[in-house]
Nanobody, 118 residues
């Protein structure tokens, strides 16, 4: 079992910045990847960015060069730095942890709303 606690999102103006954090607890030694997904109103949940246990990262094309994912292993925390925010970034952001042993299981945070005003 893994528990994920996300920081609060918020309301930001276009072009602004916001940092989300997600702290994991529980069976953290089994985590293969952690990251952020988002779901806008009426749309499917999509990957924003993730970071694999070896350190490699993946980003959605729509956020490359604007968002940066990082982690602090000592704090079991993953961060998502979001810069140059756009109205289309408005969504509920969910922290995700993927465990692959003994079986593949996804854990989710409760979600936090990020609203970018135009």
């Amino acid at each position: 079992q893994v528990q994920l606690v996300e920081s609060e999102g918020g309301l930001v103006q276009t072009g602004g910045s916001l940092r989300l954090s997600c702290q994991a607890s529980g069976s953290i030694f089994s985590i293969f990847a952690m990251g952020w997904y988002r779901q806008a109103l009426g749309k499917q949940r999509e990957l924003v960015a993730n970071i694999i246990s070896g350190g490699s990262t993946n980003y959605a094309d729509s956020v490359k060069d604007r968002f940066t994912i990082s982690r602090d292993n000592a704090k079991n925390t993953v961060y998502l730095q979001m810069n140059r925010l756009k109205p289309e970034d408005t969504a509920v952001y969910y922290c995700n942890a993927l465990l692959t042993y003994p079986q593949s299981v996804n854990y989710w945070g409760k979600g936090t709303l990020v609203t970018v005003s135009s």
